[in-house]
Each structure stands twice: as structure tokens, then as C-alpha cells.
């Protein structure tokens, strides 16, 4: 790639979000200092419509790339997919050391032994207890309360200042696994002088705080007591600390739980690893479901998103061997829709209402059944009144929550407010100040299911438009006078019923218009192929405008013989 910033980092201390700064997902942030760089977070995205055929979006390392020489490793602040997720699938080409956590060097082990290109990879556990000094910078790791275990802040030191990179959080006061978010260490940062807060924005424009974990225990117990038959809930399988809210909340209503789902079966097992869920009731498996009446059981499922191949659209589509849900039988949704996901979670509540089971959900139920991993505005404000920074830059979320961020910080009084955009670069500096002084080409690379392309790749571009307005191909075969010599061949795609009459006559109308072109073609251009391939397409577009109303895609293929 070829580089047009005109910023050198050989001196100074910069900072460049490549990915996570206009959308929600594909965090990954880049800090250089005198030459050396770090990279925090590496984190997939989930694709919407705009990318038909494509699952994940990934964060694009090439810009870094160029400066491979010099990464001096990268800190995954928690275990998240939008943080962690494309590690297995960049770390081949930047093969720098990972610092992590306990919990999260075990979710990021289980995703990388599958890759046969991630052999070698050094991952490095981190503490909160001691500092990392990776010349130029000094690391101080502070525990956050998050929606997954072992989640860190950090504070990064330099010559030109200091820096809080919040990674997720929020200030849950009681959360069931976990300490809550070190306040002091937050505080004591603050006394020492911080040049800049960088940090989530995802629940900026939520008024309020996030709630305690604590209620959703309450919350779950009310639901689990109130259901008659059955309950399945979904979650994210990460959540651990929810899991165990589950368990309790299932021990003290007289219900076994059973997990479902790939994720939460490795979850799980992380979670062991790393001495979580050890109070909790042993799980039931699923072969013992059958000998279980069903309203002694609680069936936890993966696949809160909508995901079509996860346990909870199988059997809410009645796809899993041995569970059918019905009247009496709930359904709670114990987490919250990712942005972009919501027709699918919505396809899975009407499969599940059609066969009679009462949904639960945050919004419908009088009882606490999630609490959002993120800060909502008054826990942003208490976090800026303890580091008392100079400057803030939002990250982590879609331009509206930057925003909110934004504004929330200006309210406060802050000196500097600079939003971001994926690859602007900012610099950091004590005595000149923070400001965006250059940007760096940046966009998201799409994982196809045998290759990863950039999300721009023409192939993406023109899937979306045949989805649109659909494709006709035709085939004319001329003799060497110019005569057709068979009937064209005419595929249209995504237009017409086979099985329909009417449609039919529109294929004979494009014959015609054929004819009509050749007939209009003079003697000495009839060696023109190009040129006549171009007359034909050129018409044969008019008249599918002029019927349908929109622009299909059309090639035409010229034979002579
Ligand atoms: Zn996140
Ligand atoms: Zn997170």
C-alpha cells in the first residue's frame, strides 16, 4: 500500500484508531511513540445487507503493516469478538507478542490452536498488579467491571504525557463475578496528571447508569418462578458473569440448567480454567433432559444475535432433535442487540411466538433479565471526574455515540474534545496540545468463506447491485455477412418467473430488439464486435429499464462463425 500521510512517527506520540471509530466492532487502535508502535484490540465486526455473502468484517492491518519492524506487541483489553475476534486471522501478518489476561489469553488460545498459520503466536499474560515496560512506553493495567471476565483499562505512559485507554466498561457496584472497577487506581492516575481519556462511547446517549448484575439475579429468579413449563434463555457465551447469574437464579427456583451451543461449552470451560463458576450447580446434559420434568429445567442457548446456525434459531425453527417449545414454555432474551442484528432476532421471536411461547425480554418484562456491559452517561462523568483529563476522544461506537460522548465531555468542562475517524491521527502532546493532524487510509477487509478481500472489492460491490436489480446475459451468434446465424441465448436473473407467460414475451421482445439492433448496424462496421456487443448491451438495458424500472446488469456476448 502506498502511504500518503505525510506525518512522521519517528518522534512524538501519536494515536490512530483504524477501526471501531465510526462503526461498532472492528476495534483496533494503533499508539506510535518515537518510531515504536502498539497496537490495542483486534476485533471483528458483524456485516450487514451492504456485504451479501459476507459474515465478518475485519479491521484492515495494512498501514501498520508497513511498520512491522517496529510493533512492539499488541494488548487485548478483554475477550470480546469485537476486541479479540480477528487476532487468529491478523496475527499471521503482524507476528507481534499479545498481552492479555488470564481469561482472555484462554478464549484467544481456544480460537488460534485451530489455526495452523497462528503457530508460534506468544501470548503474555498481564496483571493489574505490575506494570509493563515495553520501551517507550510504561503500561499500568486497571480492572474494569465488563460484560466477561478479567477486562482491563490502561494507563499508557510516555515522555509526551499520559493516556487512559478504557477498553469496555462500566461501574456495576455489585457484579457477581469479579471486583468492581477500581475506582481508587482511577483516581490515583488522575492525581498524576492524564493528557487524554480514550475511551467507549457505546452507551454515550443512554441517560443514567448501567445497573448491577446483582438485579438481573433477582430479576431472572421473579422470571424463572413466574414461567410454568419450560424456559430457554440466550446470552452471550461470554458472559460469564450472567452464566452464573443463571445458575444461581435457577438453584433457587428448583431448576437444573442445561447449555446448548458450541460457544457456551467453551466458554464454560475457560471460565473453569481460570476458577470461575466453581459455586455453582453442576450442569445437567442434554441426554438427561428427557428425564427431567420441563419445568424443573432451564435450557441456555447460544445464538442471542439471531445467528441462523446457532442452538437458539434451530430449535425455535423446531431444528434440534429432542426439544420442541410450546404453550406455557418462555423464552428470555438476557442480552441486547448488536447494532445491524435485529431483523434476525426479531425472525427468531416470531418463530417462537407462532409456536405459542411467551417472550421476555428488557423491554417487555417487569423484571430486570439483562444490565448492559457498557457505561451509560452518569458513569462516563464519574470516570472523567476521577482522571480529570485534558482532552477526551471517543472511540468505540457509530458517529451518534461519539457524539453523545462528545457532548458529555464538553458539559464537563473538558479543555479538548477531538472525535475521531477511522485512521484520523491524532497527536498527542503535553505542550502542543491534542489535535487530528493527518489521516491514514484505512477500511475493513470482509471474510469471505475461502479468502478475505477488502470490503471495497468489486466482487462485494456487484453482489450487493445483482441483488438489487439482477443480471442478463445474451449470447448472439453472427454469421460472417452479419446475419444472425441461431436465435440469441437470453438468461435474465433475478426478473422473471420461468412459469409465467407474460414474462416469457418479454424475452421475445429482447429477441426483437436484437434483431432491430443488428438491422440498424451498417456494412462497414459489421466486423466492429465490440462496438455491436455495445450497441446491443446499451439497448437491451434501456428496454429492461423501460419494463422494470431499474438497471440490471447486462453482458452480451458476441460469437461469430
Ligand atoms: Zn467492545
Ligand atoms: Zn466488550
Redesign the pocket.
Known sequence: MKKVNKTTFATGFHFIPLGGSEEFGI?FNLYACDGKWMIFDCGIGFADHRFPGVDILLPDPAFVEEYKNDILGMVITHG?E??VGAVPYLWPRLKCPIYCTKFTAAVLRAKMNERPDCKGAKIIEISTESELVLDPFRFQFIHVAHSIPQAVSTVIETSYGRVVHSG?WNLDPTPVIDTPTDEAAFRAAGDKGILAYIGDSTNAPQAGRAGTESDVVIGLEHVFAEAPGRILITIFASNIGRIQSICRAAEKTGRSVCMLGRSLHRMTSNAHQCGYLGQTQSFVSEEELPFLPSDKTVLMVTGSQGEAQAALARIARGDWKGIKLGKGDTAVFSSKAIPGNEKDINAVKNYLSAAGVTIVDNKNSRHKVHVSGHPYRDEIADMLSWIKPKAVIPV?GERLMLEAHANLARDMGIETVVIPNNGSVIRLSQEEGVEIVDHVPTHALAVEPNRVISSHHKGIAERRKLQFSGAAHVTVVLDSRGFLAATPHITLIGMIDDTDEEDQEILEEIKQEIDDVLLEIREEEITDMLRIEEDIRICIRRMLNDIFGFKPKVSVHLLRV
Do not use: A, I, T
Open positions: 476495534n470480546h469485537d476486541h469496555d468505540h
